[in-house]
């Protein structure tokens, strides 16, 4: 098995591409080792000393460290669990378990669904190649809060891709967004 790695524009967060399918759909972060419970690979990766954050997407797991961790002392024990955990075909999800109920996709406001529309097609999979994500989490008075996951969080570029980037293009097409902000992970349902 070979596992490729790339950086990411978070220095922190490193992205790892086992060359399989990790998850079938959709995208889990794991923020510490308390919330690693639904996933025995979270689990395995937060058992290293340095491991701060695990996101896992489709096609990759994005590995975040700690401040005190060098990635040249990390990232070979990564690659390691990930190798050992892959050959073994053990499951990355435990199967008995089952996501938690989202909001609902369409919540009846035209201005939310173009903004989710806007997200999804232009911005997710921008920053998915850089091993984050961010989703949509409300419009209220002209303010858009959106969550950073994975590489995204606490990335030194998040605040930038916000608004130069996503603040932007926003307003362009809709102009009743006035301000894009990150939610704050205390603030995650």
């Known amino acids: 098995m070979f596992i490729q790695t790339e950086p990411t524009p978070n220095p922190a967060t490193v992205k790892f591409l086992p060359g399989q399918t ?71 999800l435990d199967p008995t378990f089952t996501a938690a109920e989202t ?25 998915a190649m850089d091993g984050g994500d961010i989703v949509f989490e409300s419009f209220k008075d002209g303010i858009v809060t959106l969550q950073m996951r994975g590489a995204c969080s606490g990335c030194p570029s998040s605040t930038m891709t916000l608004k130069s980037g996503i603040e932007r293009m926003l307003r362009h097409y809709i102009p009743e967004v006035t301000e894009v902000r990150a939610a704050s992970e205390d603030d995650w349902a």
């Open 103 to 127: 909001k609902p996709t369409e919540d009846g406001d035209e201005i939310s669904a173009q903004i989710r529309e806007l997200i999804e097609t232009r911005v997710r999979p921008m920053v």
């Open 22 to 92: 990790v998850l079938e759909a959709g995208t889990m972060d794991f923020a510490g080792p308390e919330q690693s419970g639904p996933s025995p690979l979270a689990k395995r990766l937060f058992g290293l000393q340095g491991v701060e954050r695990v996101f896992l997407a489709r096609e990759y797991i994005s590995v975040s460290k700690a401040a005190d961790t060098d990635w040249t002392m990390l990232k070979p024990m990564v690659l390691g669990v990930l190798m050992d955990h892959f050959s073994t075909g053990a499951p990355v």
